[in-house]
């Protein structure tokens, strides 16, 4: 962090020293983009307009990622900064003050209905209050497809503000994606309503799934909170370890950006296999199962269905 703070003011001069370049209509739009699965959101609204840096990517973890000088210096020199906001990215304000960048920097859950966060387990008093995430709401947004197409209508009309001359192609690119991400989510209800409902609750690792359950009608349990930074405790492993037992809960799934360790051990305790890799936070690398936001919404449900019914 103190290495951050001691670049802002270099980053300063070399702001003020260098030739403004907006003037050149050519040059591509600048983005950020926080984490993977935004990155997709903007490559399909931005298209070849826009010259597109992820700073968490595949794999990776927003709730704990530690900024590199190298992201401070891509910040400084950034037109627009795609967020997710309601405190998913904790290291985001720090990041925007070092780099003293002056992108216009677009909150992409604005629109959206934000869910309160589930009840914390036992370990709610382990937050403290300066840790940010134990005060509101679930930042998860982006599991509703709902949620995704407002995303990508804030990314559209961020785009517009900075670049107007690309404005209608931003729409465009838009509306198409749209357009994909309906299909996306008439095919993860078809695949929830093949699931019988009383086996539509799962154990995975953290509660990153709360806006999956409010939109499609399957109930996740999790041993870790909203944020992966609190430890779980072995109370709550103990109560899942309970659910599954009593056949409360039909699966059992590990994620991409998480330990496995626990869901495993709750696997081992119950004798029940582990169903798979939920993609939760992060696309996974070009060569995985998620590679865009589609694949990781189609993979993660047929995951599911797949543990719960055997096929
Ligand atoms: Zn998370």
Redesign the pocket.
């Known amino acids: 962090m103190h290495r951050l703070i001691g670049l802002a003011s270099a980053l300063t001069v070399i702001k003020l020293t260098s030739t403004p370049t907006t003037a050149f209509s050519a040059e591509p739009l600048k983005v950020v983009a926080s984490f993977s699965i935004i990155g997709d959101f903007a490559r399909n609204v931005g298209g070849d307009r826009i010259e597109l840096t992820t700073l968490v990517g595949p794999d990776g973890?927003?709730?704990v990622y530690e900024p590199s000088p190298a992201d401070a210096v891509t910040m400084s020199k950034a037109d627009v900064v795609l967020v997710n906001g309601l405190q998913?990215e904790g290291f985001l304000q720090r990041l925007v003050e070092a780099s003293a960048t002056k992108a216009s920097i677009v909150e992409l859950t604005k629109g959206i209905e934000p869910l309160k966060m589930k009840e914390a387990h036992s370990h709610e008093q382990e937050g403290t209050a300066e840790d940010g995430h134990h005060g509101g709401f679930d930042?998860?947004a982006f599991q509703s497809v709902a949620n995704a197409k407002i995303y990508v209508s804030n990314i559209a009309g961020g785009f517009c503000a900075a670049d107007a001359a690309g404005c209608d192609a931003y729409k465009a690119n838009a509306a198409r994606y749209t357009a994909e991400l309906s299909e996306a989510e008439a095919y993860i209800k078809a695949s929830v309503e093949a699931i019988p409902a009383d086996k539509r609750t799962i154990i995975t690792s953290?509660?990153?799934f709360g806006y999956f359950e409010n939109a499609y009608g399957v109930t996740f349990l999790a041993p870790e909170g909203?944020?992966?930074e609190a430890e779980a405790s072995a109370a709550d492993v103990a109560a899942l370890i309970r659910q599954v037992r009593e056949d409360k809960a039909s699966a059992i799934f590990v994620e991409n950006?998480t330990n496995p360790r626990l869901v495993e051990q709750i696997a081992a305790e119950t004798g029940v296999t582990v169903g798979g890799t939920l993609y939760?936070?992060a696309l996974s690398k070009a060569n995985g199962p998620a590679p865009t936001y589609i694949d990781l919404m189609k993979n993660n449900i047929g995951t599911i269905k797949g543990a719960i019914l055997g096929s």
Do not use: G, K, L, V
């Open positions: 973890d927003a709730h998913f930042p998860h953290h509660d990153a909203i944020s992966t950006i939760s936070d």
